[in-house]
């Protein structure tokens, strides 16, 4: 016979992410329609060893939907690292009569979850939330679509200023081990070249790519780099190489940064988010644990945390193809 789950955990733990907060919103209101407590915990795997818990309810999450952020907070804890921080974890969860918990994360928020469910025994449920779509077992992580759009939206403007100029514009986005990010907004928003992990241009084929866009009539050009990009050892010596071999180009950088994580999430996380919570909620009412909840060709899938978290998403080498015509 299955363990009844009466009081359900949420929290959200690692990098922010456009849609947390719509997916904490769905964890509750899921757990008040199945008649199971929900907890709020405060500042992720640091604020569970703290006990640093609020019970919430279908009011406590009105007005979040459309926030970015995190209500609850987030923070990244060493302690939790240690089998003597989790103990603690795990005796202020007893404490609280938490039967169950579901982290909002990335891929290191999901291996703490899985270790410290298998020393522990208790259940535990992922929600992906990380805008660098870098998670097996999804097409989509929570944060990524909005990040999308903040990205485009500001490329737009720079290219204004690229045009106005004559300038080339280095543009420099998020993805430290994937270039999902850049390949979409580079092709999204038109740019002349980008740079990714997965494919390394090299220098020579920069600059090749730069002077057939200048024969072509193009003044001004975008060049998107993601900044796990291996050709430089970053944007910066990208741009002074360029300078050094390309003197008709006056080259500028601008690094995004932080940028892409914040704003209010776009209404596909939104949806997705909602999606992904009520999944989360009933798959541990149903018995399962030590999951990642995901979407698979617009159904909601879960998968293995082990599996979600040894794997490396991979980038469509369709899109890739499309760029390589789109930058004729």
């Known amino acids: 016979m299955l363990h009844k789950i009466k009081k359900i955990g949420v929290m959200t733990s690692g990098g922010d992410s456009p849609g947390m907060n719509a997916a904490i919103r769905s964890v509750v209101r899921a757990c008040v329609f199945h008649n199971v407590e929900c907890v709020g915990i405060y ?8 006990g640093d818990f609020v019970p919430m309810n279908a009011r406590s999450v009105k007005g979040i939907i459309n926030k970015g952020g995190t209500v609850l907070k987030s923070a990244r804890s060493k302690e939790f690292r240690t089998y003597e921080g989790r103990k603690k974890a ?7 009569n938490i039967d169950a918990f579901v982290v909002i994360g990335g891929d290191g928020s999901f291996t703490g979850a899985m270790i410290f469910s298998q020393e522990f025994d208790i259940p535990v449920m992922g929600i992906p939330g990380t805008i660098d779509n870098d998670i097996v077992g999804t097409t989509h992580t929570l944060g990524y679509d909005t990040a999308l759009n903040t990205v485009v939206e500001a490329i737009d403007k720079i290219r204004d200023t690229a045009s106005s100029h004559n300038r080339l514009f280095f543009v420099e986005v998020m993805g430290r081990d994937v270039g999902h990010i850049a390949l979409n907004v580079g092709v999204g928003a038109g740019a002349e070249e980008i740079l990714i992990p997965e494919e390394d241009l090299g220098l ?62 776009s209404c596909f996380d939104r949806v997705l988010a909602s999606r992904m919570g ?6 541990l009412i149903n018995g399962t644990s030590n999951c ?4 698979k060709n617009d159904v909601m899938a879960l998968t293995p945390f082990d599996q979600a978290v040894k794997g490396k998403s991979k ?4 899109l890739l193809r499309v760029s390589d015509i789109m930058t004729i």
């Open 204 to 265: 020579d084929r920069l600059l090749e790519s730069l002077r057939r866009s200048k024969q072509s009539g193009k003044s001004s050009s975008i060049v998107v780099v993601a900044e796990g990009d291996k050709i430089g050892k970053n944007v910066f010596e990208l741009k002074d190489y360029v300078e050094e071999n390309m003197t008709e180009y006056e080259v500028r950088v601008s690094v995004l940064g932080h940028m892409q994580r914040g704003g209010s999430p």
């Open 278 to 283: 009520v999944k989360a909620v009933e798959s």
């Open 90 to 96: 795990y005796d202020k969860l007893v404490e609280a």
């Open 315 to 318: 980038i469509n080498m369709e």
């Open 292 to 295: 990642m909840v995901g979407l």
């Open 43 to 50: 500042r992720g795997y640091e604020g569970m060893i703290e």
